[in-house]
C-alpha cells in the first residue's frame, strides 16, 4: 500500500472510490483530498475521516499516487499547474478522466507514469467496470496498486491499447444507459399493456438485475443463456422475432459505433490531435 494517497477533485467518482478503499481496509489518513467547494471536502471528512488539503498543489505534495478525478475539460490546466511539483516528486497519476489520452496527461505532467482509467457509473454502487490502460513507465507495483485502487468500486480489466479506450467507453462507459433506457422502454410497454407505473417498473428492473446477474455468472454465453429461455413458438420468441426483424442489432452497432466516434473526438478537443 502506498504512504498517501492524494484525489485532486473530490466529486461522486472520489467519494465512491474513497468509500470502497475505507471499507477494503485502507486507513483513511492516508488518503488527501483537494476541491475548491469547501462543503464536498467537509463531506468527505465528516464521513469518512481523510485529511483534506488547501489546494491542489498541497496535496500533490505528499502524493505517492494522485488521482486525477475532474472533469475532462479541467485536466490540461490543473496538471500543467501541478508539473513543477510533479516533477520534483513523481508520484504515480491515476486518471478517471474520460477520454483524456495517458500520452497527453503525461505530457501536462512533467513525464510521470499515468495509469488511465475508464470507469463506469455503476462503481458508485460499488459494482463498476474499470478498464485500465498503463504508460510503458508504470511498473508491476504501480499496476497493482492501480488494480486495487480502482477494483474498490468494482472488476478491473487491463488494456494493451490504448487506441481500444474509445471502444470501451462506447461499451461499459456509455453502456449503463443503454440499460437505463431499455429499463425504461420495458417499464413504458408494461404499463400500455396495462400494469401500474410502479408494478411495470418494478417488474423491469428486478428482471435487468436478475439477468445481468446470470450473465455475469453463468458458464454460459449470452446467446446460449437467450436460446434457453427462449421456447419455440412461445411469448418469448415473438418478442425477439420483432426485434430481430427491426434490425436492433445494427442499430446497437450503429450506436456504440456512434459513441466510440465521440469519444476519439473528445480526446482531440481536450488533448492533442
Ligand atoms: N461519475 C461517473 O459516473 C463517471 C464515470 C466514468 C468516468 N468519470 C470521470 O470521473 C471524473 C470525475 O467525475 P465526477 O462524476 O466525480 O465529477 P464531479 O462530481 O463533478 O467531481 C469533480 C470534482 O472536481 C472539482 N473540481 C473542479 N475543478 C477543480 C480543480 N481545478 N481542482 C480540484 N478540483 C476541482 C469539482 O468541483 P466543482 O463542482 O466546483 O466543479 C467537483 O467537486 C470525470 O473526469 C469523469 O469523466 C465519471
Not at 478491473?156 to 487506441?163: A, G, K, N, P
Not at 449470452?222 to 427462449?230: D, F, H, S
Request: aromatic share 4%.
Amino acid at each position: 500500500m502506498p504512504s498517501t494517497l492524494s484525489f485532486i477533485g473530490g466529486g461522486n467518482m472520489a467519494r465512491s472510490l474513497i468509500g470502497g478503499l475505507i471499507a477494503r481496509g485502507w486507513e483513511a489518513n492516508q488518503i488527501v483530498v483537494a476541491d475548491p467547494v469547501a462543503s464536498q471536502l467537509d463531506l468527505l471528512k465528516g464521513q469518512y475521516g481523510v485529511r483534506t488539503a488547501k489546494d491542489n498543489a498541497e496535496a500533490t505534495q505528499s502524493a505517492d499516487i494522485l488521482i486525477l478525478a475532474i472533469k475532462p475539460q479541467e485536466m490540461r490546466t490543473v496538471t500543467q499547474q501541478l508539473s513543477a511539483i510533479l516533477k520534483a516528486k513523481s508520484p504515480l497519476i491515476i486518471s478517471v478522466a474520460a477520454g483524456i489520452r495517458a500520452s497527453d496527461i503525461q505530457r501536462w505532467a512533467a513525464g510521470v507514469p499515468v495509469v488511465r482509467c475508464m470507469p463506469n457509473r455503476p462503481a458508485l454502487q460499488g459494482c463498476g467496470m474499470t478498464a485500465l490502460y498503463a504508460t510503458a513507465d508504470v511498473d508491476t507495483n504501480g499496476r497493482r496498486t492501480s488494480e486495487q485502487i480502482l477494483g474498490a468500486v468494482g472488476s478491473t480489466l487491463w488494456l494493451d491499447q490504448e487506441s481500444h479506450m474509445d471502444a470501451v467507453t462506447a461499451v461499459s462507459g456509455s453502456g449503463p444507459a443503454y440499460f437505463f433506457l431499455l429499463i425504461e422502454m420495458m417499464e413504458q410497454a408494461g404499463i400500455q399493456l396495462g400494469l401500474s407505473p410502479e408494478i411495470s417498473r418494478k417488474l423491469a428492473t428486478e428482471t435487468a438485475y436478475g439477468s445481468g446477474l446470470m450473465a455475469r455468472d453463468a458458464s454460459e454465453s449470452p446467446a446460449t443463456l437467450r436460446q434457453q429461455v427462449t421456447s419455440k413458438g412461445g411469448t418469448t420468441e415473438a418478442a425477439l422475432r420483432h426485434l430481430e426483424a427491426c434490425d436492433v442489432r445494427k442499430i446497437f452497432t450503429d450506436a456504440l459505433t456512434a459513441a466510440a466516434q465521440r469519444s476519439a473526438q473528445l480526446a482531440t478537443e481536450f488533448g492533442s490531435n
